[in-house]
């Protein structure tokens, strides 16, 4: 069982930043692939970036403007978002895939644990 816990979100305007922390519970997180996802109102949760041994995956909507990091030391995943839209309004969450090989990366059913998420608004 590996609990996630996310943090950071907030309110700010659009072409603000903001910087989500996802923490672990898990001696072992240096092996699992990361991910963020998120979920606005009304819609399906939307892959948004993962990080695992074999590099960096982003969707097309964040792709440069979001940072996906990691501190196995501190067993922390990040997600810097910059230049930020009304469109990335949504709750975010982190997942972990602990599978040693994952076909489809960008979806949710390959992950197993599953933060609360953050509310992430950001206005006009």
């Known amino acids: 069982q590996v609990q996630l816990v996310e943090s950071g979100g907030g309110w700010v305007q659009a072409g603000g930043s903001l910087r989500l922390a996802c923490e672990a519970a898990?001696?072992?997180?240096?092996?699992?692939?990361m991910g963020w996802f998120r979920q606005a109102p009304g819609k399906e949760r939307e892959f948004v970036g993962r990080?695992?041994?074999?590099?960096?995956t982003y969707a097309d909507s964040v792709k440069g403007r979001f940072t996906i990091s990691r501190d196995n030391a501190k067993s922390t995943v990040y997600l810097q978002m910059n230049s930020l839209k009304p469109e990335d309004t949504a709750v975010y969450y982190c997942?972990?895939?602990?599978?040693?090989?994952?076909?489809?990366?960008?979806?949710?059913?390959?992950?197993?644990?599953w933060g609360r998420g953050t509310q992430v608004t950001v206005s006009s």
């Open positions: 997942a972990a895939d602990t599978h040693p090989i994952t076909a489809i990366v960008t979806a949710a059913d390959s992950y197993e644990y």
């Open positions: 898990t001696r072992t997180f240096s092996r699992y692939a």
């Open positions: 990080i695992s041994w074999s590099g960096i």
